[in-house]
């Protein structure tokens, strides 16, 4: 099946899990995405990247997307270091629902169908903070009436995942609704 079928399975309202072999994978996964959602331009994209460069991904996405700064300027697609966005200077978790909720208002203003939000998790890997990666992924809850027009698909490179202990790697394959394996 390919990609497009595959990500569409993926639901607003949902909070899911995209679990990927190779950081090359991710990065081919991370722009067909992108292409499949720039065409349809009916959705604000958020992207949160941690083994890939904002620059990197910038370059690949121009390639596919003429519009690409406009999009970027009127706030239809986002790119941030998940590091900025999970951890503050002093390095402390941040809650990320901040951010959404400030996207969900963007949302409203340009008349966009839905949020969809893309983490690649490896920055909790990066920086050992495991308990911290367990503690937001469990309490991340998309099921309030709030989070109805949000798409969350988090992103495993499944090598990190062998890492975590047993417990560890099941509390957060059950935080999601479904989970696609590349």
Known sequence: MPLE???????FG????????????LHQLLIEYCRISLKASNEIL????????IENLLKALRVIDSNLDSRQKSGSLVIRDSAKVYFNL????VDI??????????????GKDGLTVICDMGIFFHKDRIVDLVSCETRLSLGSSDFKEVRMICCYDKP????LTQQQSQQIL???TKILEF
């Open 46 to 53: 958020l992207i949160l990247t941690s083994y890939d460069s």
């Open 97 to 110: 629902m901040i951010m959404i909720r400030m996207l969900l208002q963007r949302k409203r203003k340009l």
């Open 90 to 93: 002093a390095d402390e978790l």
């Open 14 to 25: 949902e909070h899911n899990a995209l679990l990927y072999s190779s950081i090359t994978t």
């Open 160 to 163: 990190s995942l062998s890492l």
């Open 5 to 11: 079928g595959l990500l569409a399975d993926f639901q």
């Open 174 to 176: 059950r935080a999601h």
